[in-house]
């Protein structure tokens, strides 16, 4: 659903919750969020994140707002060609306040992305994570996700 209120597009609304674009007035919600779910703040993470995100059509920065306040995020992008991937939407942060969990609004946040990156040209997403963050990795595969045809290397660095 698209609704115009105030000059600003909702991507999706219902009751008391809108999902719509993310402004740079929102990053003191966003680094609230992130902080409570991570235990880490990082403003500038943030501020840079808006301004890489925030304005491109293939890029996605998206908030969810319950009445007004700012309760969840969610970025995501359209990636093309890494080792011979072919073109998908990749879904790479994503937070909800914890007060706001069990209400479907990561649900709501999951399908509104997926709609903006396959109106983007996506046909499949991808996200990754780690592999004891049993909290998100059961919220995607609630949503449909299963394992990919990738698989991370990684080595530490001196």
Same mark, same amino acid.
Request: with cysteine.
């Given at each position: 659903?698209?609704?115009?209120?105030?000059?600003? #597009?909702?991507?999706?609304?219902?009751?008391?919750? &809108?999902?719509?674009?993310?402004?740079?007035?929102?990053?003191?919600? $966003? *680094?609230?969020?992130?902080?409570?779910?991570?235990?880490?703040?990082?403003?500038?993470?943030?501020?840079?994140?808006? $301004?890489?995100?925030?304005?491109?059509?293939?890029?996605?920065?998206?908030?969810?707002?319950?009445?007004?306040? &700012?309760?969840?995020?969610?970025?995501? #992008?359209?990636?093309?060609?890494?080792?011979?991937?072919?073109?998908?939407?990749?879904?790479?942060?994503?937070?909800?306040?914890?007060?706001?969990? =069990?209400?479907? *609004?990561?649900?709501?946040?999951?399908?509104?992305?997926?709609?903006? =990156?396959?109106?983007?040209?996506?046909?499949?997403?991808?996200?990754?994570?780690?592999?004891?963050?049993?909290?998100?990795?059961?919220?995607?595969?609630?949503?449909?996700?299963?394992?990919?045809?990738?698989? #991370?290397?990684?080595?530490?660095?001196?």
């Amino acid at each position: 659903m698209s609704n115009k209120t105030n000059g600003e #597009e909702y991507l999706f609304e219902l009751d008391e919750l &809108v999902i719509r674009r993310a402004s740079a007035g929102d990053m003191s919600a $966003v *680094v609230d969020i992130d902080q409570l779910n991570t235990g880490i703040t990082k403003p500038e993470y943030w501020k840079d994140t808006f $301004v890489r995100f925030g304005s491109r059509s293939d890029r996605f920065f998206l908030v969810a707002e319950d009445s007004g306040e &700012v309760i969840a995020f969610i970025i995501g #992008e359209m990636r093309a060609w890494e080792f011979g991937s072919p073109p998908c939407g990749w879904i790479f942060a994503m937070g909800v306040n914890p007060n706001a969990r =069990l209400k479907k *609004v990561g649900s709501h946040m999951f399908n509104v992305m997926c709609e903006c =990156l396959n109106k983007a040209g996506a046909d499949k997403v991808r996200t990754m994570l780690a592999r004891d963050d049993n909290l998100n990795m059961a919220f995607f595969r609630s949503q449909g996700m299963m394992g990919g045809p990738f698989i #991370e290397l990684e080595m530490p660095l001196d």
